[in-house]
């Protein structure tokens, strides 16, 4: 469904806390009610396009849970150091689910770097200040500010504990996702900006 009222559109970038916005917003204006579109696939002027940006290690580590949870929610217990170093040593840049055939661009997977499903232009929410960055952007649109009371159910850890002591791992996950890192940059210009 469409909201053709609506005047901002989320782009639902993989595990980065879309969903928190989703139920707090009671977001309905995905075409076909699919979530996961990246900003160039629409074709809406005048519509702005609002993401939530996470840490990229951040974000593996969930993706990992994600992948997993069925298993860890059965077992009660969270994902172990092994299991996600294993994990993305084991082909996490292979193929995984694809979400989106390419458009003219490249397919897009649940692991694609959060670069990959902006164009440029999008209101970029931190995922490490969400109630807050979320809350100021609302004010604008005329919406209340974001209250969190969406559980988490990715069971991990706090993602420092699957890279201790493993500089060759954090750094394997940031050059991957090495476009990624200009979104910080893009964050912290609209936050001066402000």
């Known amino acids: 469904m469409i909201d053709r009222t609506a005047s901002w559109r989320l782009i639902h970038i993989p595990k980065t806390g879309g969903n928190a916005l989703r139920q707090a917003y009671g977001v309905g204006n995905w075409p076909g009610g699919d979530r996961h579109l990246p900003s160039w696939a629409f074709h809406?002027?005048?519509?702005?396009?609002?993401?939530?940006?996470?840490?990229?290690?951040?974000?593996?580590?969930?993706?990992?849970?994600?992948?997993?949870?069925g298993k860890l929610e059965e077992e009660q217990r969270h994902l172990t150091r092994d299991?996600?170093?294993?994990?993305?040593?084991?082909?996490?840049k292979s193929a995984r689910a694809v979400i989106l055939p390419g458009m003219g661009r490249p397919t897009l997977r649940l692991n694609s770097p959060q670069s990959?499903?902006?164009r440029g232009g999008?209101?970029?929410?931190?995922?490490?200040?969400?109630?807050?960055?979320?809350?100021r952007w609302a004010l604008t649109q005329g919406l209340r500010p974001l209250m969190l009371g969406?559980?988490?159910?990715?069971?991990?850890?706090?993602?420092?504990?699957?890279?201790?002591?493993?500089?060759?791992?954090?750094?394997?996950?940031?050059?991957?996702?090495?476009?990624?890192?200009?979104?910080?940059?893009?964050?912290?210009?609209?936050e001066v900006a402000r």
């Open 150 to 190: 969406v559980p988490n159910r990715s069971r991990h850890h706090p993602y420092e504990w699957y890279y201790r002591d493993r500089e060759d791992l954090t750094r394997e996950v940031l050059d991957y996702y090495m476009r990624d890192m200009d979104l910080a940059d893009r964050l912290d210009a609209q």
């Open 116 to 118: 990959d499903w902006l």
């Open 44 to 69: 809406d002027e005048g519509i702005q396009h609002v993401a939530v940006i996470r840490s990229p290690l951040d974000r593996t580590v969930s993706l990992c849970a994600y992948l997993m949870r």
């Open 83 to 92: 299991e996600f170093r294993a994990w993305w040593g084991g082909g996490m």
């Open 122 to 135: 999008e209101y970029l929410i931190d995922f490490d200040n969400l109630e807050a960055h979320a809350g």
